[in-house]
């Protein structure tokens, strides 16, 4: 039984490039939350997508951040026009199709971007 | 507003010891409190949660306890092991929002001497 399982783990981007991270969750699971964690910090809520629905972007960026989870495929966070603060790890977790507040959210390993 | 606050930021302990981590969180109606543990490198892995409906929690070496009244819940690993070293977080779901993002504490980076 894979867990949730994220691509690439080390992605390096000049200033001004796209960097795309992909999740997909744990099987089963068909919620998808996305949280990012700056160096020396804890992580942060970005955004939470269910199959083809965004239902809380609160903490994405209002600029150059967007996610998508499609009928078919994983979910994709994608950064345009990349500066030097969006260096972190990008972390997605999944959870039950339940979804109920309490419901637990799995980790996977997370996608290291360095913005050179 | 949501907020969870986490101590200490680190802990060292002699192996065999015991350690304790503890958080607060600011809105009563919090009712999901899960602690992950984060190896270097590594994504956070869930060790162990309690929900609002209980006081505590235990498994095997690792415990939770929740103090609703207090709004205040903490981490406490028995006998700790040279491999209990990581960093440390605990979370909290506020149910208002919609499927149940997590608010994290800072962390605790647990040092286990041997």
């Known amino acids: 039984n894979a867990g949730v399982m994220q691509n690439p783990r080390h992605l390096v981007r000049r200033r001004g490039q796209e960097a795309r991270l992909r999740c997909s969750p744990m099987?089963?699971?068909?919620?998808v939350y996305w949280y990012r964690q700056l160096p020396e910090e804890g992580l942060k809520f970005m955004v939470y997508?269910?199959?083809?629905?965004?239902?809380?972007e609160s903490g994405m960026p209002k600029e150059r951040f967007s996610a998508e989870f499609p009928k078919e495929g994983p979910s994709i966070l994608r950064i345009q026009q990349v500066v030097r603060g969006d260096s972190a790890a990008y972390f997605c977790?999944?959870?039950?199709?339940?979804?109920?507040?309490?419901?637990?959210?799995?980790f996977g390993p997370g996608t290291r971007l360095t913005v050179l | 507003g949501e907020n969870v606050e986490q101590h200490p930021s680190t802990l060292s302990v002699q192996e065999g010891d015991s350690a304790v981590i503890k958080c607060t969180y600011s809105?009563?109606?919090?009712?999901?409190f899960p602690w992950y543990k984060q190896e270097l490198g590594k994504g956070p892995q869930l060790i162990i949660d309690?929900?609002?409906?209980?006081g505590e929690k235990k498994d095997q070496r690792i415990a939770v306890t929740l103090n609703k009244t207090a709004k205040h819940f903490s981490l406490h690993i028995t006998e700790t092991q040279p491999e209990d070293s990581a960093v440390y977080f605990c979370?909290?779901?506020?149910?208002?929002?919609?499927?149940?993002?997590?608010?994290f504490g800072q962390g605790t980076e647990l040092s286990v001497k041997p």
């Open positions: 979370a909290a779901t506020f149910p208002y929002n919609q499927g149940g993002k997590l608010i």
């Open positions: 099987k089963g699971h068909s919620h």
């Open positions: 977790a999944s959870s039950p199709q339940r979804a109920m507040s309490t419901d637990t959210q799995y």
């Open positions: 997508l269910q199959k083809e629905n965004i239902i809380d």
């Open positions: 309690i929900r609002s409906n209980v």
């Open positions: 809105d009563s109606a919090s009712n999901y």
